[in-house]
């Protein structure tokens, strides 16, 4: 039996080519678990993984998609026809991903479909939803309430921070997005934000080590001099969650916003985080959490057109969640 995957080869060293191919099913890593996708979703590790970084994809031909949404083939423990996401883990990076009509994984990465979503509206949250999830709740576990200041949230334009705006200002919280694209603004209001700054306002620093305190807490997606700078920016006992580097890996910083302001810099990571705590969180994000956003955080795409969409998505020319409808 075939079906229709996305596959990146590469043709010669450090040249990558892709397709829309057929495929055959034999072709899938020997897990337990055969699910028929019907939704995907791309993040920005599927654009690395299109583009042949090897820190993401060891090895090629290979099918990126970190996200999958659809229906139970063959399974040791759901029924067949259970509808069930599969979000993170090695999906898509070292295992044949969600942009493909099947995936074959291992039974303990999947998830029963949320109770409050569609198959589609969980994959508009997807991998960077979750990931936004995570940051909204180590927030709020550690203290963080909307009478205490604004929440700024970095790469507001981008999934996980365009899906934070959202949640945050569910919440109550007055949000300040930075973005580098002004044309965005009136989107960014629409979700919730109550002003926009430029993302270079979190850049220029005087070289002090500690500047004036001026947020209660931040999403940071990007990384680089942005975190160093925010780190040097928070209110007392400030909170950020950290959860990207497209900016820069390094952090250079000092010891006084922690010892001085009580700062605390919490990491983020999705892709392993524990099933029981995954399933709980979704649980949430579906239920109390669930957004009246989802239709305007996302554009809907077909497998076929997912190529363009990556190539932008390393370019930085996309904003919020792309939706892969696969199940044509």
């Known amino acids: 039996m075939t079906y229709k995957a996305l596959l990146v080869t590469e043709s010669a060293p450090k040249v990558f080519d892709h397709a829309i191919v057929q495929r055959e099913l034999s072709e899938l890593p020997e897990n337990d678990t055969l699910i028929k996708v019907q939704w995907s979703s791309l993040n920005y590790k599927d654009a690395l993984s299109f583009s042949g970084n090897k820190g993401i994809t060891r090895k090629y031909p290979h099918t990126p998609g970190v996200d999958a949404a659809g229906i139970i083939e063959e399974s040791p423990t759901l029924a067949k026809g259970t509808e069930v996401i599969v979000v993170g883990f090695d999906l898509g990076m070292n295992t044949s991903g969600g942009l493909a009509e099947y995936i074959r994984v291992p039974s303990e990465w999947v998830i029963e479909k949320p109770v409050g979503y569609s198959l589609r509206e969980a994959m508009i949250l997807g991998t960077a939803g979750f990931t936004a999830g995570q940051c909204v709740e180590r927030l709020l576990q550690n203290g963080l309430t909307p009478d205490k200041g604004e929440v700024v949230v970095t790469g507001a334009t981008g999934g996980v921070g365009s ?28 979700l919730g934000a109550k002003r926009i700054i430029s993302a270079d306002e979190l850049t220029e620093d005087s070289g002090k080590p500690m500047l004036k305190g001026l947020w209660a807490g931040a999403v940071e997606t990007v990384g680089g001099k942005t975190l160093e700078v925010l780190t040097k920016s928070m209110q007392h006992r400030g909170v950020i969650t950290c959860c990207g580097m497209i900016t820069g890996m390094e952090l250079n910083t000092n010891v006084f916003p922690f010892i001085l302001r009580g700062l605390s810099l919490i990491g983020i990571d999705s892709a392993e985080c524990p099933l029981d705590q995954k399933k709980a969180l979704w649980h949430k994000l579906s239920t109390e959490w669930k957004s009246n956003q989802l239709d305007a955080l996302c554009r809907e795409i077909s497998l076929e057109e997912t190529p363009e969409a990556l190539k932008n998505m390393a370019n930085g020319k996309t904003r919020g969640r792309t939706v892969v409808k696969i199940d044509a």
Request: overall charge negative; proline content about 4%.
């Open 163 to 190: 899906v934070a705006v959202a949640l945050l200002a569910a919440a109550g919280f007055e949000v300040v997005a930075a973005s580098r694209n002004p044309e965005t603004a009136a989107w960014l209001m629409d």
